[in-house]
């Protein structure tokens, strides 16, 4: 099979087909037709074999997960999903290997009405990049940069859960559990919060994704905004399988600096926080205020008792250097 | 050096200023802003590790041919281009080689007034990944389905010079011979026909850039066209290094097989063909009429006399199966 063929098999009818797609898979470009007066957002991710996923990660939640974790910069970015296109080096045309990829990465592309509209395949140690682009109106992208002092700092969903499912991969839990289950979704089927992150335009003063761990995401709201925050970490939102198999204080460092959880971390003046509960009945996610923005700059961890704790309180000991 | 201090260094204000760019490097996602009434066209392609690129290329050239392909794939489609961004995978984050690499990469990004907006970095097997993306009048866009019977075949520079010089790079020829020196950079530095790429919009039928060699990229327009052609090998462009130190025939097979020369390949009718002159001599690229369409499916080569030929006569005995 060439990679003719193959891009033909797999890849040439991936996704929700959209009338602003003038040209698809199949030439040397594809063209597409932006909507007057909207801004263009772009991301980029890759995930590399072993590094981004377990080698032996299900196949098909690679193809999930490469497209979900572009998804989620664009729901940082307040941005509606449009085109991708992927690239994709392999050691060999495995059929059997591409229909799984093919079948999660087109599952999650039609559920968010996304298009692939062209990319790249060679030879070389598997590597999964995929190029998101989304739309917004002139102004609204959400950005890192716009937190202020007073602010409420809001995370969506549960932390910690994917990190604890990569352990519990590793250590070949029971997977019949539906708590085992659980984790091992959050691992290798990441929710986008791309409905969330365009509710928030207009609302949120700065959002980042969750990918690297709560600690380094805020981090980046708060170097971009020269500001530091206080975080209660009684406050942070751990799921109940998350305490059963984790227990709260390892949870807290999952959280923190674990990763891969794909949550959404936003800041919102405390004169809007009434409208959280209608965003989140509505849009059926969990969001939990945790802390708030001040001048100085820093991120300190606090109990609810305001007792300062360290990171390695927290069960956690180092940062990964890359992820 | 972590993975934020790496982008902000070498990426972060790489290629030429842009008004259109809202929001560039340093965010989940960049902000661009397409103008009204463009459509926009989007391209990428991997460079892999020893695949696309020796073990031992100038790393600046690695630079400069990440982003040249792509900048090829836009000429090929008569595209202006604007953004791109840029995924690195590396083994570590050796300072030299990024220095190096981020020096070709923006030299060649300047020179077509490019801006990198953003992008991913990973530890893994070396791998370099662009997508660009690039702007054309609605409907302008070059396609491969659009050649018609009698059209004329028309390739621009000189074809075969780029797999002539992997053999002389490996084989480590004289440097300093200059033919030697024009064939290594015709292999390390591809040229893309960006401006021709433009001054074809409205006038070529269909057009490919000829990545993989002639006969495999011209047969993307046939079939795409769904027609055949005859191709008279005497008159394929060959460069005076070319002829030199590879000899005709084998600089036949370079042109129909060898791959990475990064020429455009067009057809346009016969009425038109007065005009290549001009184009040809404002834009200072050579353009040579080599065979024409014809309704019969498939690709013949011939020799001026009409003798016909075959790819092993010409010197090749086997297509890559993966580029």
Known sequence: MTEFDLIRTYFGDLGSRRTDVLLGVGDDGAVVQPPAGQTLVLATDCLVDAVHFPKDAPVDAIGEKALAVNLSDLAAMGAQPAWFQLVLTLPKADQQWLRQFATGLGRVARYHQMRLVGGDTARGPLNVTVQVAGLAPPGAALRRCGARPGDAIVVS???????????????????????????????????????????????????????????????????????????????????????????????????????????????????????????????????????????????????????????AACGYSHFPEHR
Chains 1, 2 share one sequence.
Do not use: K
Not at 183 to 190: A, C, D, I, Q, V
Not at 195 to 220: C, E, Y
């Open 157 to 311: 969903g549960t932390l910690g859960d994917a990190a604890l499912g990569l352990d519990l991969w590793r250590g070949r839990a029971d997977r019949d559990d539906p708590d085992v289950a659980f984790l091992l979704n959050r691992l290798h089927r990441p929710t986008p919060r791309v409905s969330l992150g365009q509710a928030l335009r207009g609302r949120a003063t700065a959002a980042v994704d969750i990918s690297d761990g709560l600690a380094a995401d805020l981090g980046h709201i708060l170097s971009a905004s020269g500001l530091g925050a206080t975080v209660d970490v009684d406050r942070l939102p751990l799921s109940e399988p998350g305490l059963r198999f984790g227990g709260r204080e390892r949870q807290w460092g999952g959280a923190l600096a674990g990763g891969d959880d794909y949550e959404l971390c936003f800041t919102m003046p405390p004169s809007r926080l009434h409208e959280l509960d209608a965003i989140a009945s509505r849009l059926g996610v969990s969001l939990t205020r945790i802390g708030y923005i001040q001048p100085q700059p820093g991120l300190r961890l606090v109990r609810g008792d305001r007792t300062p704790v360290t990171l």
